[in-house]
């Protein structure tokens, strides 16, 4: 008789001690009394490969992918979903039972639902959004920005060649302004998203006049350390509903974590508090 195998998933990263997902998903697999175990994995880019192979044969159900493989597992895995594929990076990976790794990318759904949950009256059709940067992230945001149907993205970064190419792969949706004129279309935005890493711990300032907000915009910024970043102080101050970065963190884990599990958890009060503490 073979014993039932406890499920494994974990976070795969170098370095890796910075993430929360243990917290989050440790949360989780307590919270709903799931017998099964998430890891924090620590892999040079030399033993990815390898260690993603050996990795269902351990017992693991799946992995979350951080810095600095999320694009080299796009290259490993056997399928890549077609929104992997557009935003050119995977965060999770599923290994099926018939033995091939599935990569996704769960960013843009973590990003729009954590929005959708912050600001509930958003319509994404009530004008055009503003989009500060063009790195990885900003490529999930701006894929599920234009699948919920936001008319336009004015996309403005420091490096105008990554913006140009956010242009070139998503459409004339995108229009790239550049990154000394992004204060005068602020006031055309029906939502403010920053995805640069401006304003983080430990990162310059943001810089990009904000005097035109509207106080019917919302305003999110993907950085959540802190929690309250100057830009959301300052949206809030002018009237604005504005929606941290903490939520995209938890819901871009859902997906996963009901694969992987086979329960779809809650983010809520107590998911914060779990990480946050
Ligand atoms: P990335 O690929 O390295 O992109 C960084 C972005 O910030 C680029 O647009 C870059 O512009 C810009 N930038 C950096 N320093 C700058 C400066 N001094 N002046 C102007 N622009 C500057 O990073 P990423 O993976 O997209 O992550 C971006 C941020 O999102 C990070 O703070 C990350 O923690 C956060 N994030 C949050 C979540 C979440 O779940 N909440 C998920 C993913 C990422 P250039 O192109 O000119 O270099």
Known sequence: MTEARIPLAGVIGCPVAHSKSPQLHGHWLKTYGIAGHYVPMQVEPD???ETIQAMPKMGFVGANVTIPHKEAVMEIAGKVT???KL?????????REDGTVMADN????GFITNLHQGAPDWDPQTGPAVVLGAGGACRAVVASLLEAGVPEILLSNRTRGRADQLHKDFGDRVKVVEWVQAGNVIEEGALIVNTTSLGMVGKPRLRVPLDGLQPSAVVTDLIYAPLKTDLLQTAEDAGCTVVDGLGMLLHQAVPGFERWFGH???VDAATREAVLG
């Open 47 to 49: 033993d990815l490969a």
């Open 264 to 266: 779809r958890p809650e």
């Open 82 to 84: 077609d929104r992997a």
């Open 106 to 109: 769960t960013d843009g759904y």
């Open 87 to 95: 935003i050119g990076a995977a965060n999770t990976l599923i290994f």
